[in-house]
């Protein structure tokens, strides 16, 4: 099993350009999460999804959208990318009321 | 709306001394997580605390959880280097509305 996967691994934007974070997993958890993690910040819920067809705002949702068309993918959009966006972003996910495993994370940088 | 608050953010100790990172959280939770991440690299699950009471033990680390209090400890019992990593507990609101959300973290530097 993979797990989680994030691909890209690193990636420098351009501000206003867009781009899209995806995240794969093959363990069949109907929950998968969107983080970010600031420089010696904790991580923030950006938008979560309890399973397919099923998407929620977290706690800083805005710039950013979500799709889940299926159980084991749940890509993370940016439109119009701001300097703000700078961040690692890890996605996760969980059987519900389970811990959540993390993918190794994507480095963006927005210059 | 769910704050998960640890403390302290950062801790600097000697190998062999022990110490206590403290939890606490502002809704009514069942669950909560701890995880490590070492520099550069992702989350690693800890623990789970499932119930009011719960303990758990791996080598020497320990978590506890109280969930009339809403705090949860993670006590470090004789420290080694290679505990140096960031500790961060998470609080299920799966009573609310299913979020998982993080604290901000404890950066701790074991000295040798």
């Known amino acids: 099993n993979a797990g989680v996967t994030q691909t890209p691994k690193f990636r420098i934007l351009k501000i206003g350009q867009s781009m899209t974070l995806q995240c794969a997993q093959d363990?069949?958890?109907?929950?998968m999460y969107w983080y970010r993690q600031d420089p010696g910040m904790g991580l923030k819920l950006i938008y979560y999804?309890?399973?397919?067809?099923?998407?929620d705002k977290g706690e800083v949702p805005n710039g950013y959208n979500v799709s889940r068309s299926t159980t084991e993918d749940f890509p993370l959009r940016l439109e119009l990318a701001a300097p703000s966006q700078t961040s690692v972003y890890f996605c996760?996910?969980?059987?519900?009321?389970?811990?959540?495993?993390f993918g190794q994370g994507t480095r963006l940088t927005v210059v | 709306e769910l704050k998960v608050e640890q403390n302290p953010l950062f801790l600097s100790m000697q190998e062999g001394k022990n110490y206590t990172i403290y939890c606490n959280y502002s809704?009514?939770?069942?669950?909560l997580y701890w995880y490590r991440q070492d520099p550069g690299k992702s989350l690693e699950s800890l623990f789970v605390?499932?119930?009011?009471?719960a303990v758990k033990q791996e080598g020497r680390l320990m978590a506890s959880l109280d969930t009339k209090a809403r705090l949860s400890t993670l006590h470090i019992t004789a420290a080694v280097h290679d505990l140096s990593a960031t500790y961060f507990c998470?609080?299920?609101?799966?009573?609310?509305?299913?979020?998982?959300?993080f604290g901000k973290g404890t950066r701790l530097h074991i000295l040798p």
């Open positions: 363990m069949n958890h109907n929950y």
């Open positions: 999804s309890v399973g397919a067809g099923i998407t």
């Open positions: 809704t009514t939770s069942d669950r």
């Open positions: 998470a609080v299920d609101a799966s009573n609310r509305d299913d979020k998982i959300i």
């Open positions: 605390l499932l119930s009011n009471g």
């Open positions: 996760a996910s969980s059987y519900r009321l389970t811990e959540a495993f």
